[in-house]
């Protein structure tokens, strides 16, 4: 399986590119905020974190996120819990703005840019063109019973 590419989203910023997660989209994740999953909580906790004594930085910190409808959000780290979740209130424009709904999967990877700048973006998997090893499910919220 080939790793995927993101492929819907124009002019991020040059740099080594992670890629972090695929996700379907809860309920919770639309009403109270994307939580990041997969390897992106590794990858954030070793990005968050003094080199000298290994502690977290910050509970929240700026990104720029990339999405076909660019948005810089505020990620938020619980600390004891170590989840990363984009905060609801920035998350809830972003799903209206670029039709995200419960069911809809999404890739997820990080680009990190000089100065250490991390730089997160997150697509719809497109089911026309993904692989098919990868699961894709699909979903269709205004389906007519005439279709």
Same mark, same amino acid.
């Given at each position: 399986?080939?790793? /995927?590419?993101?492929?819907?989203?124009?002019?991020?910023?040059?740099?080594? +590119? #992670?890629? =972090?997660?695929?996700? %379907? =989209?809860?309920?919770?994740?639309?009403?109270?905020? +994307?939580?990041?999953?997969?390897?992106?909580?590794?990858? +954030?906790?070793? %990005?968050?974190?003094? /080199?000298? %004594?290994?502690?977290?930085? *910050?509970?929240?910190?700026?990104?720029? +996120?990339?999405? /076909?409808?660019?948005?810089?959000?505020?990620?938020? #780290?619980?600390?004891? *819990?170590? @989840?990363?979740? @984009?905060?609801?209130?920035?998350?809830?424009?972003?799903?209206?703005?670029?039709?995200?709904?419960?069911?809809?999967? *999404?890739?997820?990877?990080?680009? $990190?840019?000089?100065?250490? #700048? $991390? %730089? =997160?973006?997150?697509?719809?998997?497109?089911?026309?063109?993904?692989?098919?090893? #990868?699961?894709?499910?699909?979903?269709?919220?205004?389906?007519?019973?005439?279709?």
């Amino acid at each position: 399986m080939s790793v /995927p590419q993101p492929n819907q989203i124009q002019e991020f910023p040059n740099g080594k +590119l #992670h890629y =972090l997660f695929r996700k %379907t =989209l809860t309920k919770t994740d639309i009403t109270q905020g +994307l939580a990041l999953a997969g390897n992106a909580v590794q990858f +954030l906790r070793n %990005t968050n974190r003094n /080199p000298q %004594t290994q502690q977290p930085i *910050l509970e929240g910190f700026q990104i720029t +996120l990339f999405t /076909p409808h660019c948005n810089q959000v505020r990620l938020n #780290h619980v600390y004891d *819990l170590d @989840i990363y979740q @984009i905060s609801r209130s920035e998350w809830t424009e972003i799903a209206d703005r670029d039709g995200l709904v419960e069911g809809l999967q *999404l890739d997820c990877w990080a680009v $990190m840019s000089g100065q250490d #700048h $991390m %730089t =997160l973006l997150i697509q719809v998997v497109d089911a026309e063109t993904d692989e098919e090893d #990868h699961v894709v499910r699909y979903v269709n919220a205004e389906r007519n019973e005439d279709d």
